[in-house]
């Protein structure tokens, strides 16, 4: 089995993917990064392997790329990890002060974005944190600088600057593990929660209904999110994280009453 994630050696996923390879007993060298998220998907389901995603952080949010491909379906969430994100300022500079560029991946240059503008560093878009420490490092110019985790700086041997730069104290990655609907594979949790995915009818009040439908069971909502369904204009779907209830019937009993109100419906896995 291998498991794929997207970014460079050492990026924040690659520290999730080494975690999760122990519980499935998977070699390092079948931990493998590829170029996007979409080649990630693809090659999970060519190699029937699993997909380590990054779906939301707590300071800077949604991946929207990543709901919009488990939107269309044909996998499954088998579990959901949190992984405490601490970001440092390296370069090859020793000297803080005279750096102008800071370069990293879009979400963890917003998760610095105070420390950034207080400092005047203009940041710029890179492929992912860890690459932007190898670009660094090849660059060998004092002036750039990358966000990135510390086990960057082990590899590319660039001095660290500052250490958990990032704006929000307790700065947290949620991750998914996702595999292909017809991989059986051990579960890591005791499937305690669930994601569904629903369109609305066009009736009034009607998103109000649909979650009425889990308010009336005391079933507790942890994320919804509306996602544009990219089919018409200003059409939207919602993405509904849940805890499952102790009683199934109160899980039957909410979807029934969703069904009332929604369509579409597409149950993404207990995780």
Same mark, same amino acid.
């Given at each position: 089995? #291998?498991?794929?994630?997207? /970014?460079?050696?050492?990026?924040?996923?690659?520290?999730?993917?080494?975690?999760?390879? &122990?519980?499935? #007993?998977?070699?390092?060298?079948?931990?493998?990064?590829?170029?996007?998220?979409?080649?990630?998907?693809?090659?999970?389901?060519?190699?029937?392997g699993?997909?380590v995603?990054?779906?939301?952080?707590?300071?800077? %949010?949604?991946?929207?790329?990543?709901?919009? +491909?488990?939107?269309? %379906? %044909?996998?499954? +969430?088998?579990?959901?990890?949190?992984?405490? +994100?601490?970001?440092?300022?390296?370069?090859?500079?020793? @000297?803080? =002060?005279?750096?102008?560029?800071?370069?990293?991946?879009?979400?963890?240059?917003?998760?610095?974005?105070?420390?950034?503008?207080?400092?005047?560093?203009?940041?710029?878009?890179?492929?992912?944190?860890? /690459?932007?420490?190898?670009?660094?490092?090849?660059?060998?110019?004092?002036?750039? $600088?990358?966000?990135?985790?510390k086990?960057? /700086?082990?590899?590319?041997?660039?001095?660290?600057?500052?250490?958990?730069?990032?704006?929000?104290?307790?700065?947290?990655?949620?991750?998914?593990?996702?595999?292909? *609907?017809?991989?059986?594979?051990k579960?890591?949790?005791?499937?305690? &929660?669930?994601?569904?995915?629903?369109?609305?009818?066009?009736?009034? $009040?009607?998103?109000?209904?649909?979650?009425?439908?889990?308010?009336?069971?005391?079933?507790?909502?942890?994320?919804?999110?509306?996602?544009?369904?990219?089919?018409?204009q200003?059409?939207?779907?919602?993405?509904? @994280?849940?805890?499952?209830?102790?009683? &199934? *019937?109160?899980?039957? @009993?909410?979807?029934?009453?969703?069904?009332?109100?929604?369509?579409? +419906? =597409?149950?993404?896995? =207990?995780?």
């Open positions: 089995m #291998k498991i794929f994630y997207q /970014w460079e050696k050492w990026a924040y996923s690659h520290i999730v993917s080494n975690e999760i390879s &122990k519980f499935y #007993k998977v070699a390092e060298e079948n931990i493998i990064w590829c170029f996007s998220f979409q080649d990630m998907f693809d090659n999970m389901e060519k190699e029937n699993i997909a995603v990054p779906i939301e952080n707590s300071y800077a %949010g949604s991946v929207y790329e990543n709901f919009n +491909i488990l939107s269309k %379906g %044909g996998f499954k +969430i088998v579990w959901e990890c949190y992984l405490p +994100i601490s970001h440092c300022l390296l370069s090859t500079s020793s @000297d803080k =002060k005279i750096i102008k560029k800071v370069y990293s991946h879009y979400q963890a240059l917003m998760q610095c974005e105070k420390y950034l503008k207080k400092r005047n560093l203009q940041p710029i878009i890179f492929w992912d944190t860890a /690459w932007s420490a190898k670009y660094i490092k090849e660059q060998n110019n004092n002036e750039l $600088a990358s966000v990135s985790s086990l960057a /700086w082990e590899i590319y041997w660039l001095n660290v600057l500052n250490e958990n730069i990032n704006d929000q104290d307790g700065n947290t990655t949620r991750f998914f593990i996702v595999v292909s *609907k017809n991989l059986e594979i579960n890591y949790s005791n499937n305690w &929660k669930m994601s569904i995915l629903f369109k609305v009818k066009d009736v009034s $009040a009607v998103l109000y209904k649909c979650l009425g439908a889990f308010a009336t069971q005391n079933i507790n909502l942890t994320k919804i999110e509306s996602l544009s369904t990219k089919e018409n200003f059409e939207y779907m919602f993405w509904l @994280d849940f805890k499952i209830p102790k009683h &199934k *019937k109160q899980l039957d @009993d909410a979807l029934q009453e969703l069904f009332y109100f929604a369509k579409d +419906i =597409k149950i993404l896995w =207990k995780y």
